[in-house]
């Protein structure tokens, strides 16, 4: 004879019935299981390959000009006097114009990435090309001024000044130009639509640094 009586539910939560007896349900999943709701969702690094690669590279190009600066120091240092006389004078008002150029190009890459950020594709093309403008233009004024210097008579074979000037500054322009030929292809991909946005930050990281040497 049955009493009738049900036996109260345990503290862990509701109580099913099935014909031998109570069935107590399963504790809540803990993350350690291999269930898919408790499958952890993708996130997205930090930087992209691509952008890790630049940092690398910048890495090794600033260890590089560390080291020409350094020589020019020790260079300096070591001559009774500097500039040598009878050589001519560095165009000091040219380049600063010409540098303020360059820093401009930096502004307009920055407002490109921007651009590309808001999906703005034509201001992006817009702005990727007003950068490569500045680029170019840095790097024709410099070599207009370079000429002259030649022609002043400040070549590599001159002496220590005309070879530690023409070194790091020509090791610049290069950077500058290499720099200059990837903005150019960046340009181009972003005119035909098919460019993502990890390769034009990359290039905006690698512009930067140029800028900033």
Known sequence: MT????????KGGPVTHRPNGPVVPPPPPTGGGDGPEREPS????????IQLAVLFLIGGEAVFFAALIAALFVTRLGQPLWPPPLQPRLPVGVTGVNTL???????????????????EKRLLVKRLAATAGLG??????QGYEWARLIGYGLTLSAG??????YTLIGAHAAH???ALV???VTLALASRGTLREPPVKACAMFWHFVVGL
């Open 3 to 10: 009493t009738g009586l049900i036996a109260a539910p345990p």
């Open 160 to 165: 220590t000044y005309g070879t530690t000037f």
């Open 42 to 49: 993708p996130r997205r690094p930090v930087l992209e390959n």
């Open 176 to 178: 500058v130009l290499g």
């Open 101 to 119: 150029v360059l820093l401009a190009s930096s502004v307009t890459m920055a407002r490109a990435v921007r651009a590309l950020a808001r999906g």
């Open 136 to 141: 170019a233009l840095f790097l024709l004024v």
């Open 182 to 184: 990837w903005l150019s």
